[in-house]
């Protein structure tokens, strides 16, 4: 079983920037998964910011050139690194994973709440 901790949550004047980690214990061999983080602002539904992959990562439209997402398998922990921040970016934002062989994130972490004030 996976477990998946996030951090570096917080509130941000626009324009700001923050960095998220999460962070993966309960099986170590970390590369075997394949890692994104959501976002899911009230109301609205759970939408992929950016997934992780061998060769380039893939961003939501609307966080392209702003978000970058990393990934240390040595420390087993994902870093989405959100620059130039809008308050549309106010959401909560999880960590995912998915066996890479398998289509579906099974393994979610708690979440750490944005906010972004104008």
């Known amino acids: 079983q996976l477990q998946l901790v996030e951090s570096g949550g917080g509130s941000v004047q626009a324009g700001g920037s923050l960095r998220l980690s999460c962070t993966a214990a309960g099986y170590t061999y970390y590369k075997d998964y394949c890692m994104a983080w959501f976002r899911q602002a009230p109301g609205t539904e759970r939408e992929a910011v950016a997934v992780a992959r061998d060769g380039p990562s893939t961003y939501a439209q609307s966080v392209k050139g702003r978000f970058i997402i990393s990934k240390d398998n040595a420390k087993a922990t994902l870093y989405l690194l959100m620059n130039s921040l809008k308050p549309e970016d106010t959401a909560m934002y999880y960590c995912?994973?998915?066996?890479?062989?398998?289509?579906?994130?099974?393994?979610w972490g708690q979440g750490t709440r944005v906010t972004v004030s104008s």
């Open positions: 995912a994973a998915r066996l890479c062989d398998s289509p579906d994130f099974i393994y």
